[in-house]
């Protein structure tokens, strides 16, 4: 019974690292990234599609990125999503492919970058941490119902918080290397 609880509280852990690790890729920094083009969903045929779903999309250098359609009819859709999202970038339209050029950062918008990740890192923290606390509310009721003993109890909840040291440290890495790749010009 214990050991399916700290499973558990280990595996919703990772995943709450692994969403952030995507969510940081997105993060716009001066450098084209595939990743930075994963929220845009494009009006395809009267449905909303994902752009990876109807085009192909490379970088041919750090700074541009390529999209080609498989239907050139829907290069006007994808300029126009492009257009409405937060990425605060331009398409180039030549009729086949769209170009994007990736603006430099100034020194404000990556300050406020590094903030926004930031506020996304103590968020990630803080769901680490009330996976910990319901893990060991779950121990607590495990004591109370007499399934394990004070000393089992202790022993799990000392597993549990090893497992949120661990994970809020990774946080803590993620969140310096994307703030050093965010500073760097």
Same mark, same amino acid.
């Given at each position: ?99 994007? +050029? ?5 020194? $404000?918008?990556?300050? !406020?970058?590094? /903030? =926004? ?5 103590? #968020? ?15 121990? +607590? ?5 007499? $399934?394990?003993?004070? !000393?089992?109890? /202790? =022993? ?5 918080? #090893? ?23």
């Amino acid at each position: 019974m214990t050991k399916e609880v700290l499973d558990t509280a280990k595996n919703n852990m990772l995943k709450s690292i692994e969403s952030l690790k995507q969510d940081l890729q997105k993060i716009r920094t001066g450098r084209a990234n595939v990743s930075m083009l994963d929220g845009i969903m494009v009006n395809y045929y009267g449905q909303s599609t994902s752009l990876s779903q109807v085009a192909t999309i490379a970088c041919p250098d750090a700074k541009t990125f390529s999209i080609t359609p498989w239907e050139t009819n829907v290069l006007k859709d994808i300029e126009a999503s492009i257009l409405n999202s937060a990425l605060g970038m331009a398409p180039i339209n030549d009729g086949k492919m769209i170009r994007i +050029k990736v603006p430099e950062l100034t020194e $404000d918008r990556r300050k !406020d970058l590094v /903030k =926004q990740m930031k506020t996304n890192l103590e #968020k990630v923290k803080i769901s680490i941490r009330n996976i910990r606390r319901d893990a060991n509310e779950h121990f +607590k009721k495990l004591q109370n119902n007499k $399934d394990i003993t004070e !000393d089992e109890k /202790k =022993q799990c909840e000392d597993e549990v918080q #090893k497992f949120t040291n661990n994970y809020i440290d990774q946080v803590g890495q993620l969140g310096e290397a994307k703030t050093k790749e965010l500073m760097t010009v």
